[in-house]
């Protein structure tokens, strides 16, 4: 609205000073031409904007002056949280409200204490996403928002793990998790609360049906227990491992916290080489043996049996994918019997 556009317009004078047509357009959005028009509108309403020529030059407002109508708009209030996260606050839709409140916010603020904030502002940025990993499409994720907010049912089809895996369920969203880059819905289904990943979310409607949360129902509370619960389903079984000094150096870039803690725990010296036997946690065999390999040779399982063996039948394949006795991929035979090697 042309209204919210001139609020923003003198705040923009009030808390950065002289500003060119240009530069206010680009904050505004709008073309230069309508920034000129704004321009003349503000100085039509009584509010003291002077312009200064010059290569310097710009707009400014007249030395003292202050407007405290800052205006916060109902959705701009709810995501005052949000003001200093502004990826997260792009993911769920809500960016123009967070930059809309964020600059009421500084307008309202003595100079001293501005200046203080903009210059906190400039040292600090929040990066959610782990290394290696790529942030998860959410589509969905700003329809969920005004469902949460407006406290109405939403109809999704949700992709899961085990079978089927395609599920239709009607949801009644408590609240919105960002964990590690990656966006949870907590949510009402059947008489009880649980967690969805919203990048599973397949599709998703918003329904006439509108409820109230629980009353005892604490989102932070609720999302403590959850990690505390996957935790403790998360490890099933134990294995005993011995690692070598170089291994013990590189265990914390290779297993999770939980399973480093564990190893520290438990260790114990074996032999007079700096080798170190543990008990960790373990998930699936399957999955041990693969967060195990990372290791290469700086780990032994001595137990139990089955993920020894399946540690050993990964060994033996790797050593028969890269055996001496089979040419390399492109190699011609002529080059290889140039080395002294017969090829099978």
């Known amino acids: 609205m042309s209204a919210d556009r001139l609020l923003s317009m003198l705040l923009l004078l009030q808390t950065r000073g002289r ?39 710009g707009y400014r407002l007249l030395d003292g002056y202050r407007t405290h109508l800052t205006g916060l708009s109902e959705r701009e209030a709810r995501v005052l949280f949000l003001a200093g996260l502004p990826a997260p606050a792009a993911d769920l839709g809500l960016a123009a409200e967070v930059a809309a409140a964020r600059l009421k916010l500084l307008a309202a603020l003595p100079a001293a204490l501005r200046e203080e904030a903009t210059r ?11 290394w290696y990993q790529e942030a998860d499409a959410t589509p969905f994720l700003p329809l969920l928002v005004d469902a949460v907010l407006s406290r109405r049912a939403v109809d999704v089809r949700y992709r899961r793990w085990r079978e089927p895996q395609e599920v239709d369920r009607r949801l009644r969203p408590y609240g919105l998790v ?19 990943r919203i990048a599973q979310v397949l599709d998703a409607v918003v329904t006439d ?3 109230d949360r629980p009353e005892d129902f604490v989102l932070r509370e609720y999302w403590a227990f959850h990690l505390a619960d996957f935790r403790a389903r998360r490890h099933t079984g134990t294995a005993t491992v011995r690692v070598s000094p170089r291994g013990r150096e590189r265990l914390a870039d290779n297993v999770p916290a939980e399973v480093l ?44 049996e089955e993920l020894r063996r399946a540690m050993t039948d990964a060994v033996t394949a790797l050593a028969r994918t890269y055996g001496l006795g089979r040419p390399a991929a492109g190699c011609c035979t002529e080059t290889v019997n140039k080395q002294g090697i017969s090829p099978k």
């Open 19 to 57: 500003m060119s047509a240009r530069r206010l357009a680009d904050e505004l959005g709008v073309s230069v031409r309508t920034a000129y028009r704004d321009l003349d509108r503000l100085q039509a309403s009584g509010v003291p904007v002077y312009a200064e020529q010059g290569r310097t030059g």
């Open 120 to 130: 906190t502002d400039a040292v600090f940025h929040l990066d959610a996403p782990g």
């Open 178 to 196: 960002l964990k590690s880059g990656t966006w949870y819905l907590v949510a009402g289904v059947n008489g009880r609360a649980a967690t969805f």
């Open 209 to 211: 049906e509108h409820f």
């Open 261 to 304: 803690r564990a190893f520290e725990a438990t260790a114990a010296p074996v032999g007079d080489d700096g080798w170190t036997e543990a008990v960790i946690p373990t998930e699936s065999t399957g999955h041990a043996c693969g967060e195990l390999l990372r290791l290469g040779a700086d780990v032994e399982v001595v137990a139990p």
